[in-house]
Nanobody, 111 residues
Framework: QVQLVESGGGLVQPGGSLRLSCAASRTIFSLRYMGWYRQAPGKQRELVAEITGGSRTNYADSVKGRFTISGDNVKQTLYLQMNSLKPEDTAVYFC?????WGQGTQVTVSS
């Protein structure tokens, strides 16, 4: 069973930045999908950004222009650079590679 481990979450003021990282515990063969999702209290988990086919990226409208997803298929690591953070970005952020999920990392945007 592959485990994904996220890091980089924390408390940041509005307008600040954070960089999330995700690493796989062992090799995922035929890695075709990498993505970041988030879940705020009382809400459903939603897509934040994803990489498909090795290079094609897709972003939720709410984060376009502020967040950047990047990944390394060889090292099997995934990143999410989050800039201009807003209080509504507060959530637990989860990474996903193929069908495996991470345990989540808390991001809180508050003054």
């Amino acid at each position: 069973q592959v485990q994904l481990v996220e890091s980089g979450g924390g408390l940041v003021q509005p307008g600040g930045s954070l960089r999330l990282s995700c690493a796989a515990s062992r090799t995922i063969f035929s890695l075709r999908y990498m993505g970041w999702y988030r879940q705020a209290p009382g809400k459903q988990r939603e897509l934040v950004a994803e990489i498909t086919g090795g290079s094609r990226t897709n972003y939720a409208d709410s984060v376009k222009g502020r967040f950047t997803i990047s990944g390394d298929n060889v090292k099997q690591t995934l990143y999410l650079q989050m800039n201009s953070l807003k209080p509504e970005d507060t959530a637990v952020y989860f990474c996903k590679m193929n069908w495996s999920w991470g345990q989540g990392t808390q991001v809180t945007v508050s003054s």
